[in-house]
């Protein structure tokens, strides 16, 4: 029996610019996920949940791709790091409130 992980989607602001990330880790904030972003070496973020619908329609090819690289696994995967790219398809007014890591 297989069991398909929940797909949630992040848009993180880092040192270097933003990221759009797909997850299935529960949240944000946890440990695991906090852990492979800082392997890579982004250790302070400002992060927004965006929602998945708006991610599907935005990226409607390269979602499916990444998402299915997600099947059954708790991970993390970039979507998108064209910071001018995700900027112009996401308006500020659609995300909610932030979180902030690193102090």
Do not use: C, W
């Amino acid at each position: 029996m297989t069991v398909q992980a929940t797909v949630r989607s992040y848009l993180i602001f880092t040192g270097t610019g933003p990221i759009l990330v797909l997850s299935t880790y529960p949240s944000l904030s946890d440990p695991r996920l906090v852990a492979k972003l800082q392997y890579k070496g982004i250790s302070k973020f400002i992060a927004y949940e965006v929602a998945l619908d708006a991610v599907r329609a935005r990226y409607e090819h390269a979602y499916a791709n990444v998402a299915t690289d997600l099947d059954e696994v708790e991970d993390i995967r970039v979507l998108d790091f064209n910071g001018h790219q995700i900027m112009a398809n996401f308006s500020l007014d659609e995300l909610g409130e932030p979180l902030k890591f690193g102090g």
